[in-house]
């Protein structure tokens, strides 16, 4: 074999090959372009395959990319700083060292939907030997190569689910959101009993981009430990209802805090109000059919400040403080128009 010649491009397996989607270039999904856009799609296309990520040297990446080192790093950093990859390690091979990445689960899910559920491949992009025929009509197919001959198969980023690989197209109702489900979660193994778990769900109105903020939330929860790549549950794991750290019980914590926000916030502009007047107002407009009867009642009453008034202003303290105070506020801006 004749000797590669001092300063020739880095040899990339033939089996070696990346695709650009729909969702990384669109102006309504990630918005790359140019080398961001070259080098996401390597990290997004070996995080989809058999090794679960990217660990290309920096030569074999600016290679791959069409430009220089340095330029290559830059890029590399700056989507690690936009939250669109993750170093999620180091690999060492043949006295080499090189990071770990892998494509952020959560963007791409709202990148995808913001898009409308399109993924296809915008164009297949083998290159360096690569083939046509390796590319893959979808991110989630395995057979993508890896960048390197030796893959650390680490649980937790593999894409394989029981009885064959993850479907292809998108379909319609439960399958269709299922499907855009599998492509943002990191880890299936069984995908029949997933699917079975995602049904109350996506009756409930749960989609892919829910279940990729739940799952933001907990890697919140679970950092990845220095050196290793992060460990996820598996799909069906995480949507178990029962499951203390699964979808219910984030998307709970999430909806808890959400609200004390709300509550915090609204309490703030209306400080100056006082209560018994936000609250009337909340009764004489009709918004709360119980708090509209309760202060009728009060009003009935000869005692200005008896049983009733208290039993009125009781209910809506203990029910209705925030949405009285929302709603005081509408009334306050119409006021001003």
């Known amino acids: 074999m004749p000797e590669r010649e001092s300063g020739a491009a880095p040899r990339v397996p033939p089996e070696s090959f990346y695709c650009i989607f729909e969702f990384m270039s669109s102006r309504d999904g990630l918005a790359l372009k140019g080398v961001e856009l070259a080098v996401y799609a390597l990290v997004y296309s070996y995080s989809q395959g058999k090794g679960g990520c990217y660990y290309g040297s920096n030569a074999m990446t600016a290679h791959r990319a069409g430009c220089s080192e340095r330029h290559a790093i830059d890029v590399v950093h700056a989507l690690e700083r936009r939250g669109l990859i993750d170093c999620v390690g180091e690999r060492r091979w043949r006295g080499r060292t090189t990071n770990m990445y892998v494509a952020v689960p959560g963007p791409v899910a709202e990148a995808i939907a913001r898009c409308g559920g399109a993924a296809t491949p915008e164009a297949a992009s083998p290159r360096a030997g690569g083939s046509p025929e390796a590319a893959s009509p979808s991110p989630l197919k395995r057979s993508q190569g890896c960048p390197e001959r030796a893959s650390p198969n680490r649980k937790g980023l593999d894409t394989h689910t029981k009885g064959g690989d993850a479907p292809t197209g998108r379909g319609e109702g439960i399958e269709g959101a299922f499907h855009e489900v599998l492509r943002c979660y ?33 890697e919140g929860l679970h950092p990845a430990r220095e050196g290793k790549g992060r460990f996820y549950p598996e799909l069906a794991s995480f949507l178990d209802p029962n499951n203390p750290e699964g979808y219910r019980a984030l998307a709970a914590r999430a909806r808890a805090a959400a609200a004390r926000e709300r509550a915090k916030r609204v309490k703030e502009l209306t400080r100056d109000a006082r209560p018994e007047d936000v609250y009337a107002r909340y009764a004489l407009d009709g918004l709360d059919a119980r708090a509209s009867e309760l202060y009728q009642d009060h009003l009935r009453s000869e005692d200005r400040r008896g049983e009733l008034w208290d039993r009125w202003f009781a209910y809506m303290f203990l029910k209705r403080d925030v949405d009285a105070r929302e709603h005081w506020l509408e009334v306050q801006d119409a006021g001003k128009r």
Not at 193 to 208: I, Q
Request: overall charge neutral; glycine content about 4%; charged content about 35%.
């Open 186 to 218: 990191p880890y299936t193994r069984d995908r029949a009993e997933a699917l079975a778990l995602y049904r109350p769900l996506y009756e409930e109105g749960v989609r892919a981009p829910d279940i990729a903020r739940s799952l933001r939330d907990w």
